[in-house]
């Protein structure tokens, strides 16, 4: 009956959107874009950038965790050349820009796992997966699952701010169930590493990726530092909390 519905109202009506110019052809499909599409008028203004603002890529927070492992993870990766890090979407996928370069590939939710476990079994090794957390638990564990299954010799670095940060700071998921996952998924706890990505910890690091890039099986590195901008919303709501009591 609903299969009936849907071709009646194709058939009846031209299909349109991104590719006849109705919808930009890449980008967000935010509220605006979709009312003005289907003829709404929401009385949305296009609002103009002033003049002061300077034109400049996105990038990370000072201070932001993904900064460290990124910082660790280029050091360790270079003896083995480019294109070989995996990753995903988050604040994390801002390595892909200058001055960190860090990243290869960023599709979909997941993908990172999935793609480095593909190029491992072709021979890519090390292959190297960068993912968040809140990523991790939505669509990269049966990755993982299936890494493991098949013993292929990827490191699945999950750069865990404990938060879903590009999204505006949700609760992610994965908090304080990470490794219990990992070791659930059947990596072996000796190759699920934690570390605490700090610019004073930069060594250590590099020389645990170093080690899991040379295991030939799955191995999880997981860099923990909660994200600077929620760890600031977090402290002033326990000031005001503490005030009012
Ligand atoms: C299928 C799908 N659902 C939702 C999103 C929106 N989204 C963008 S990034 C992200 C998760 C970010 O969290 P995390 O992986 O922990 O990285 P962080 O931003 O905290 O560094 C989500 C849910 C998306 N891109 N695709
Ligand atoms: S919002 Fe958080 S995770 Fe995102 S760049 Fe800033 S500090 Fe890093």
Redesign the pocket.
């Known amino acids: 009956m609903v299969e009936e519905n849907i071709k009646g109202f194709l058939e009846k009506e031209p299909v349109t959107g991104r590719l006849d110019g109705t919808l930009p052809r890449d980008g967000e499909l935010n509220a605006d874009l979709v009312a003005a599409a289907l003829g709404i008028e929401t009385g949305a203004k296009e609002s103009k950038i002033p003049d002061f603002v300077a034109n400049r890529p996105p990038s990370?927070?000072p201070?932001?965790?993904?900064i460290d492992v990124y910082n660790a993870l280029n050091e360790a990766l270079a003896p083995y050349g480019e294109g070989r890090v995996f990753s995903d979407i988050g604040?994390y996928t801002?390595g892909a820009l200058e001055p960190f370069n860090a990243i290869n590939t960023c599709v979909d939710m997941g993908a990172s796992v999935t793609m480095a476990k593909g190029a491992a079994d072709a021979g890519l090794i090390p292959a190297v997966t960068v993912i968040g957390d809140s990523t991790f638990t939505h669509s990269g564990m049966t990755g993982l699952l299936d890494a493991v299954n098949e013993n292929s010799p990827i490191t699945v670095i999950i750069s865990d701010?404990e938060?879903t940060?590009?999204t505006g700071g949700q609760d992610s998921s994965a908090v304080g169930r990470l490794e219990a996952i990992c070791k659930g998924l059947g990596v072996d706890p000796d190759h699920i590493r934690v570390l605490n990505p700090i610019k004073k910890n930069h060594d250590e690091m590099v020389q645990v990726m170093k080690e899991e890039f040379e295991y030939d099986g799955p191995s999880v590195i997981i860099p923990r530092r909660e994200?600077?901008?929620?760890a600031l919303r977090r402290k002033k709501m326990e000031a005001k909390l503490k005030k009012q009591n």
């Open positions: 990370m927070c201070g932001c965790s993904h604040c801002l701010n938060s940060s590009m994200c600077i901008q929620k």
